[in-house]
């Protein structure tokens, strides 16, 4: 069983809808990180929070470390925001990541 | 200001051969790990580092050996390949503990 869950599986917007993915986790963990991949690409570091909600440009991530559960949002979503996006907690004094599957988002013009 | 380099990009091999993942950081971060990407498992860690001359084993370290010998280089050595070990492969860096992470290009590894 993944330790991460992410949901839904597969989303398909048209451009300009908000869009929201959701990860839970089952443990006690140090941060959670959202991470993004473009398809052929390399994988960025969105956010990185242990609390509250963080903000960059039209991406917002919230935690809610009593739920276990973060939400990665999307406003006034646009086709190059297509791509994958990975939950993934860190745990420990080595901060070592645990992945979910990730989401495949793709934003229709 | 590159970040992480991996080399190479792509690679071709054939069972049995050996080969090491080259990563390189110039960001003075103590902490490195590799990770294996498979389609329908996510990312999983190979092995990480903690600090130059620290190592310690992920959750597939089979197969894979690899060392620190300075804070900027974590190379991972494949030492018979086989089939199973097609992947793309990630190396990631980041500061200390909870910082954010930053990742290399990939190396997408074929093993016939």
């Known amino acids: 069983k993944n330790e991460v869950e992410q949901s839904p599986q597969n989303l398909t917007a048209q451009e300009g809808e908000f869009i929201t993915i959701n990860c839970s986790y089952s443990?006690?963990?140090?941060?959670l990180h959202w991470l993004q991949q473009h398809p052929g690409g390399g994988i960025v570091s969105l956010f990185m929070?242990?609390?509250g909600k963080k903000k960059h440009g039209r991406l917002i991530a919230t935690i809610n470390i009593q739920e276990k559960h973060s939400s990665l949002h999307i406003t006034a979503s646009h086709p190059r925001d297509s791509a994958v996006y990975i939950c993934?907690?860190?745990?420990?004094?080595?901060?070592?990541?645990?992945f979910g599957k990730g989401i495949t988002l793709s934003v229709r013009p | 200001n590159a970040g992480v380099t991996q080399t190479p990009k792509f690679q071709v091999l054939k069972t049995g051969q050996s080969m090491t993942l080259q990563c390189a950081q110039d960001?003075?971060?103590?902490?490195m790990s590799w990770y294996r990407q498979d389609p329908g498992m996510g990312l999983r860690l190979i092995h990480y580092?903690?600090?130059?001359?620290?190592?310690d084993q992920g959750e597939v370290p089979n197969g894979y050996n690899v060392s620190r010998s300075t804070t900027e280089d974590f190379p991972l050595r494949l030492l018979s390949a086989a089939p199973s070990q097609t992947s793309v492969y990630f190396c990631?860096?980041?500061?200390?503990?909870?910082?954010?992470?930053?990742f290399g290009s990939g190396t997408r590894l074929t093993v016939v």
């Open positions: 993934a907690y860190s745990t420990g004094a080595n901060s070592k990541l645990t």
């Open positions: 443990v006690g963990i140090s941060a």
């Open positions: 929070l242990s609390s």
């Open positions: 960001m003075n971060h103590e902490y």
């Open positions: 580092s903690v600090g130059a001359g620290i190592t």
């Open positions: 990631a860096s980041h500061a200390a503990y909870n910082y954010g992470y930053t």
